[in-house]
């Protein structure tokens, strides 16, 4: 069964850090590609990072670019992304999701499970 769990969500001041860790079960993190989004009340849902199969690739939302690194932990199993430099427009619920297509690179043809989010607040 393959499941995801978010966590590392938290309250933070602007300008601070948070390390988000996606924990993967049911497939190996290295064979697949991971996505990472975001929420804010009454905004669309957004698409922030993916880290392709083997780390061979990675994406950024442009808003995020230069602050925010995906990485990957196979002996773990997790995903994480690295959140520096946090802005209010950060804040949103945070959650994390797979391609099921084996070797994907980013982004995938098509997100297929997902985890639960986890709420990252950024304080002014």
């Known amino acids: 069964e393959v499941q995801l769990q978010a966590s590392g969500g938290g309250l933070v001041q602007a300008g601070g850090s948070l390390r988000l860790s996606c924990a993967a079960s049911?497939?190996?993190?290295?064979?697949?590609?991971i996505g990472w989004f975001r929420q804010a009340p009454g905004k669309e849902r957004e698409g922030v990072s993916c880290i392709g199969s083997n780390a061979a690739s990675t994406y950024y939302v442009d808003s995020v670019k230069g602050r925010f690194t995906t990485s990957s932990d196979d002996a773990k199993n997790t995903v994480y992304l690295q959140m520096n430099s946090l802005k209010p427009e950060d804040t949103a619920a945070y959650y994390c999701a797979v391609s099921r297509t084996y070797g994907d690179s980013c982004p995938p043809v098509s997100w297929d499970y997902w985890g639960q989010g986890t709420l990252v607040t950024v304080s002014s």
């Open positions: 049911g497939f190996n993190v290295d064979e697949h590609a």
